[in-house]
């Protein structure tokens, strides 16, 4: 694992972008696995800057979804299909034929998970995954206590994870489960990635890296990883002792 620190938000933004952007320039047909939410909305913004000066490309690319709330799609402000549609697929103009995501309104959940496993198998793994960190150490929807082993699969929501969710939608929305890809996907893709920034991540942060692997804390699942990266600004930092690069 290797632990990037940078002085603030927008110093992490840029260096994980240029890190993807090498990434891509390398495997220009990778399949590329994004987190929805605050964090990664610097990132994403950084690629969309490079794309647009030229000197990126993602047309070759395929995008696998990381989660979505269960109930919500694409056509629900608040769904993390909606958010990777406004922050990135669209203003990229990715073509709906790259893009394999979760659809919360399937009437087969079990299915769904099924479809996304197969879609991924098929392309033999993600090549880069990117996942968030959950105030409560949850990567992608994958809730405390989760096994490592799962791969596609429904999540009940942490009670953490339903306050933190609210601020996504304008009206009360009723949130209860999750559609995720699961521990196994992070373990088995070539590069993973976890993203942390501001002083509220500094606690849960130093469990995710340098307490003893836990399933209390799914992000730990990255310590496991041969090949993963942590970009981190100083404030969620703040608190790490080990690692440090």
């Given at each position: ?7 603030d938000y927008n110093e992490m ?214 090949d993963s990266y942590v970009f ?14």
């Amino acid at each position: 694992m290797k632990i990037k620190v940078h002085p603030d938000y927008n110093e992490m933004s840029r260096s994980a972008a240029n890190f993807i952007a090498d990434f891509v320039k390398n495997k220009p047909d990778a399949l590329l696995c994004f987190p929805s939410g605050d964090t990664p909305t610097g990132i994403l913004n950084c690629l969309i800057e490079d794309v647009r000066s030229g000197k990126l490309d993602f047309k070759d690319c395929l995008f696998a979804g990381l989660d979505e709330w269960v109930g919500q799609d694409g056509s629900d402000e608040g769904s993390c299909r909606h958010y990777m549609d406004e922050h990135f697929f669209l203003p990229l103009k990715i073509r709906p034929e790259q893009i394999s995501f979760f659809n919360g309104k399937a009437v087969d959940l079990k299915r769904e998970c099924r479809r996304m496993d197969e879609f991924i198998s098929s392309k033999g793994q993600v090549d880069l995954l990117m996942v968030g960190l959950g105030l409560n150490g949850h990567v992608g929807l994958n809730e405390p206590g989760v096994d490592f082993n799962l791969y596609s699969h429904i999540s009940d929501l942490h009670q953490m994870t339903k306050d933190s969710a609210k601020k996504y939608f304008n009206q009360e929305v009723l949130l209860t489960q999750g559609i995720t890809l699961g521990p196994k996907h992070i373990l088995e893709s070539k590069v993973a990635v976890l993203i942390a920034s501001g002083s509220k991540k500094a606690e849960i942060l130093v469990k995710a890296l340098e307490e003893e692997v836990s399933r209390d804390v799914p992000a730990c699942v990255l310590q496991m990883h041969p090949d993963s990266y942590v970009f981190t600004d100083r404030e969620a930092a703040s608190l790490l002792t080990k690692l440090v690069q």
